[in-house]
Every structure is written in structure tokens, then in C-alpha cells.
């Protein structure tokens, strides 16, 4: 079976030839039987359709992906991937490197290099988003985070409208305040 995989790190991403729809319009055009695509961090291997989908392949199957580093974004994670692919028989095809990867010398320097590329190039999106963030800091009323979407005034109200025995499912209806965002509060305020 011929699989694709296709992976960005949020459903938003469309920059660089790396959105969802760019991917799968490439992986159709290997006439792939299944293309598994997901929306998860890069930043983890804990990507479970990427996963599920290792554990299917088999003896025979080739793995299609449009970029090296929608699969793995370090030399030794992705060398482990693709080695333990190929010693159980399956074909990976890298897309963009126009490259089938295989056991020969050669294929496996290449696969070292390019991961390795792979790496350097998480680590400068790691440090331009570090220096964005030092820059930002600097500014005066800045705050660490992401804004708050409530006031304390309506998170108090909604708290409230619990303790007069609502539910969780009533108070997001009445305030549209999500029930984890209602538990966060719950627990900040026993805490207090």
C-alpha cells in the first residue's frame, strides 16, 4: 500500500508550500491508497495519527511525505524513523528532495545531511521566536502570554452562577465562558 502522510502544526498553516490542502494535492499525485493527515506541534513526537500510522505499515508499503521535516525535525529522530521504516521493508519517499530512501551509503549520508538541516532550521525558527519575544518584552504594558479573552469581573459572575447550582453546561451557555476555562478559575480561587 502507498500512504501519505501530511502534517501542520496548526490547522491556520499556510505559508511555504505547507498547508494541509498544498500537502495532499502533491500526495494525490502518487496515487496514494491513504493519506493520514493531522494538525499537531512538530515539537513532539507524541503525534498520534503519525503514530497510528507507523504501527499499519508493513513489508512493502512506501511512506510518501511532501517535506523531511513534516515527520521529524532532529538528525536522530528522524534518522530512527526512517532507519527502523527501512529495515522493516518500507519504502520512504521524501518529495520535495526527489529522493526515495533506502539502506545504500549513499542514501543514508544523504538522510543525515538532510536531517541535520532539518534540525538547524527548527533551532533558527527557535531563536527568531526567543528574539521576538526579548524585543516584545521591552515593550512598555507588555504581559507574558496570550491576552485574556474575560474579565475578573465576568469570570466572578460566571463563578457565581455555579455556586447558585448551575451547571457547567448552563453557565458557558449563559456567559460563553468554556467549562476549562471555568475549572482554571474554580481551582485559582480555592486556592486563594
Do not use: W
Request: aromatic residues 8%; proline residues 1%.
Amino acid at each position: 500500500m502507498i500512504y501519505g502522510y501530511a502534517r501542520v502544526s496548526t490547522y491556520g498553516q499556510a505559508k511555504d508550500g505547507n498547508s494541509l490542502k498544498e500537502q495532499i494535492n502533491i500526495l494525490q499525485g502518487y496515487n496514494c491508497d491513504e493519506i493520514v493527515e493531522e494538525s499537531f506541534s512538530g515539537k513532539t513526537m507524541d503525534r498520534p495519527a503519525f503514530n497510528g500510522l507507523l504501527k499499519k505499515l508493513e513489508l512493502g508499503d512506501t511512506l510518501i511525505v511532501t517535506k523531511l521535516d513534516r515527520f521529524a525535525r532532529t538528525l536522530i529522530e528522524g534518522e530512527k524513523i526512517v532507519s527502523e521504516l527501512i529495515e522493516n521493508g518500507v519504502k520512504v519517499i521524501i518529495d520535495n528532495m526527489g529522493m526515495i530512501l533506502d539502506n545504500t551509503s549513499s542514501s543514508k549520508l544523504m538522510r543525515q545531511i538532510f536531517f541535520a538541516f532539518a534540525e538547524y532550521e527548527r533551532n533558527m525558527i527557535v531563536e527568531r521566536t526567543q528574539s521576538g519575544k526579548a524585543i516584545a518584552r521591552q515593550r512598555e504594558g507588555f504581559k507574558e502570554g496570550r491576552p485574556k479573552k474575560f474579565s475578573k469581573d465576568q469570570i466572578k459572575h460566571a463563578l457565581e452562577l455555579l455556586e447558585e447550582k448551575n451547571s457547567y453546561k448552563q453557565v458557558e451557555a449563559k456567559t460563553g465562558i468554556s467549562k476549562s476555562t471555568l475549572i482554571r478559575a474554580k481551582k485559582k480561587k480555592e486556592l486563594v
